[in-house]
């Protein structure tokens, strides 16, 4: 075997999801095609200028992994104060997003159709959100696939610094050996205080509406765990009281 040192090395990507075939219905289909140019933003690894994105100056949410955006739509006609970004890979999720961002008729909503990871570290400016959702992440119930959860060290530290001051971040799993590992990740980063934990049987959602994937959860008999972390500055000691 040969080496050449002009062959970049290799970089493994480690991605939380597998692109799904997913079959499109004809009103998804024609939904990317029509209102997309309304509401989709294109991946380009450049920096949002959110202000110019929506025509205004809003408070930011971002919705990760928002499936069929039921969630998102809902949440974006019941607050028009707030402007929101949702960031999904799955196509026929987006067509049924774009859909309902139409029948909803909502403004303040824009989707971009890519790995959040990667939105995140090249086109979110830092400290621009005030709140991130993660609404049941895919568990990656398998030791050896617990590598592709997307709540990891590094991406937690990519959200902390990516909301500004204050900001929240909202978690909700069905998965208990996801939700001990998200307790002890988020714990480990010091980036976040844990506001509100909440243990329940889906009635007591936390400030947000129900899911499609925790619909499936507790048809399964699971129990749901949500959080509110909130972004806290880890300045050092004499920085933050003036005292050394
Ligand atoms: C288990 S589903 C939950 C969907 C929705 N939040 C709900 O509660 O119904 C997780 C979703 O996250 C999406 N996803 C996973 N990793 C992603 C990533 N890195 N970037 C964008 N979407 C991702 C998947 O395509 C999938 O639709």
């Known amino acids: 075997m040969t080496s050449n040192s002009d062959t970049p090395p290799h970089r493994r990507t480690v991605r939380s999801f597998v692109r799904r075939a997913g079959r499109l219905t004809a009103s998804q289909q024609r939904a990317l095609e029509e209102l997309w140019p309304s509401y989709g933003v294109a991946f380009d ?123 929240s971040f909202n978690v909700a799993t069905d998965w208990a050996g996801y939700a001990e590992h998200i307790d002890a990740t988020v714990s480990a980063s010091g980036r976040f205080e844990c506001a509100e934990r909440r243990v329940h049987s889906g009635d007591q959602p936390l400030d947000r509406p129900g899911t499609k994937f925790e619909r499936r959860g507790l048809r399964r008999g699971h129990r749901i765990w949500d959080w509110r972390f909130l972004r806290v500055d880890n300045q050092p000691p004499d920085l933050a009281t003036g005292e050394l």
């Open 45 to 167: 690894g450049k920096p949002i200028r959110f202000d110019d994105l929506f025509g205004r100056t809003a408070p930011i949410v971002l919705e990760i992994g928002f499936g069929n955006g039921d969630t998102l739509v809902q949440q974006a006609a019941d607050n028009p104060g707030l402007d929101f970004l949702g960031i999904e890979v799955h196509e026929p999720g987006v067509g049924h997003c774009l859909l309902k961002a139409r029948d909803a008729g909502v403004t303040n909503l824009r989707l971009i159709r890519h790995d959040a990871v990667e939105v995140l570290d090249t086109m979110i400016p830092a400290a621009s959100l005030s709140r991130v959702n993660l609404y049941f992440p895919d568990p990656w119930p398998k030791k050896r696939h617990h590598k592709r959860r997307i709540v990891q060290p590094r991406f937690l530290e990519t959200v902390a610094e990516r909301l500004s001051a204050g900001g």
